[in-house]
């Protein structure tokens, strides 16, 4: 590898003191109170938008212990993209590859911030529906029922959408959380909590290379349920397609190009 130019050994001198100003001094020839203009709008700056993307997690620890928490993905973790609004997604990686656990987190820390992380990815996001492709009032039982690219179906042992400082559980529930989100037109957030079946039933509308019609799917959970009287299930799961189709999560049935 080629040796820095002095101007680059400045910068990386620079650069390592601000991540990390307990453990590393400051570059030779710099005021202290400059230094710490730039210390302090560097790590505030990211202090900001962490707090900002992470708001309950943020609250549930002591401020001394989130701003510890912040410095740690600082100095340990090293973005792989330049945007600010990709940041979060680093700190999310950081807690699942990089951070050291100690008894101040919560079993449900990295489930909890993968939730609200995932508001923020939505909000942000280019992807579009294309309508031109969906037939926004076609019937969902003999038509091909579509999944919105905006709505995302979500699984957790624990129960994130309720964490708050009053309620902080310290074992998974006894079953999986499922739950959807996705953006509307009006670009709000929509949050909705599926039952299992719901849940399945959205992973099929979802991956459905053969374009299965919405009887069909509802007829292949009824055989994976070991559903009694599968003719009632299809009337029950209509139900539950209008429900997903009036929240925008299914927003219609496929139409051929």
Same mark, same amino acid.
Do not use: C
């Given at each position: &590898?080629?040796?820095?130019?002095?101007?680059? !050994?400045?910068? /990386?001198?620079?650069?390592?003191?601000?991540?990390?100003?307990?453990? @590393?001094?400051?570059?030779?020839?710099?005021?202290?109170?400059? &230094?710490?203009?730039?210390?302090?709008?560097?790590?505030?700056?990211?202090?900001?938008?962490?707090? =900002?993307?992470?708001? @309950? %997690?943020?609250?549930?620890?002591?401020?001394?212990? #989130?701003?510890?928490?912040?410095?740690?993905? &600082?100095?340990?973790?090293?973005?792989?993209? +330049?945007?600010?609004?990709?940041?979060?997604?680093?700190?999310?990686?950081?807690?699942?590859?990089?951070?050291?656990?100690? *008894?101040?987190?919560?079993?449900?820390?990295?489930?909890?911030?993968? /939730?609200?992380?995932?508001?923020?990815?939505?909000? @942000? =996001? +280019?992807? !579009?529906?294309?309508? $031109?492709?969906?037939?926004?009032?076609?019937?969902?039982?003999?038509?091909?029922?579509?999944? =919105?690219?905006?709505?995302? $179906?979500?699984? /957790?042992?624990?129960?994130?959408?309720?964490?708050?400082?009053?309620?902080?559980?310290?074992? +998974?529930?006894?079953?999986?959380?499922?739950?959807?989100? #996705?953006?509307?037109?009006?670009?709000?957030?929509?949050? &909705?909590?599926?039952?299992? @079946? =719901?849940?399945? %039933? %959205?992973?099929?509308? *979802? $991956?459905?290379?053969?374009?299965?019609?919405?009887?069909?799917?509802?007829?292949?959970?009824?055989? *994976?349920?070991?559903?009694?009287?599968?003719?009632?299930?299809?009337?029950?799961?209509? $139900?539950?397609? !209008? *429900?997903?189709?009036?929240?925008?999560?299914?927003?219609?049935?496929?139409?051929?190009?």
């Amino acid at each position: &590898m080629a040796k820095h130019l002095p101007f680059q !050994q400045k910068q /990386y001198a620079f650069a390592a003191h601000i991540r990390d100003p307990q453990s @590393v001094p400051a570059p030779q020839g710099i005021e202290d109170r400059r &230094m710490g203009i730039y210390r302090e709008l560097f790590f505030n700056n990211l202090y900001k938008l962490i707090s =900002s993307t992470f708001p @309950v %997690l943020k609250r549930l620890y002591a401020k001394d212990d #989130w701003r510890a928490l912040v410095r740690e993905f &600082m100095v340990r973790h090293e973005a792989q993209t +330049p945007y600010f609004l990709e940041i979060p997604r680093e700190f999310l990686l950081f807690l699942e590859r990089e951070h050291v656990a100690t *008894e101040k987190d919560y079993p449900f820390l990295l489930e909890l911030a993968h /939730y609200e992380w995932a508001e923020l990815a939505l909000s @942000v =996001s +280019p992807e !579009q529906d294309d309508m $031109s492709r969906i037939d926004a009032d076609g019937d969902l039982l003999e038509g091909v029922p579509v999944k =919105s690219v905006l709505a995302w $179906s979500l699984q /957790y042992r624990f129960p994130v959408h309720r964490i708050s400082p009053t309620f902080k559980p310290e074992s +998974p529930g006894e079953q999986p959380t499922f739950l959807a989100v #996705w953006r509307k037109p009006d670009d709000e957030l929509g949050f &909705m909590e599926l039952n299992p @079946v =719901s849940a399945r %039933l %959205l992973g099929l509308v *979802e $991956s459905n290379p053969e374009l299965q019609s919405g009887r069909q799917l509802l007829l292949e959970l009824a055989r *994976e349920l070991a559903h009694a009287d599968p003719d009632a299930f299809v009337v029950h799961g209509a $139900s539950a397609l !209008q *429900e997903l189709h009036r929240a925008g999560i299914v927003p219609g049935t496929h139409r051929p190009a």
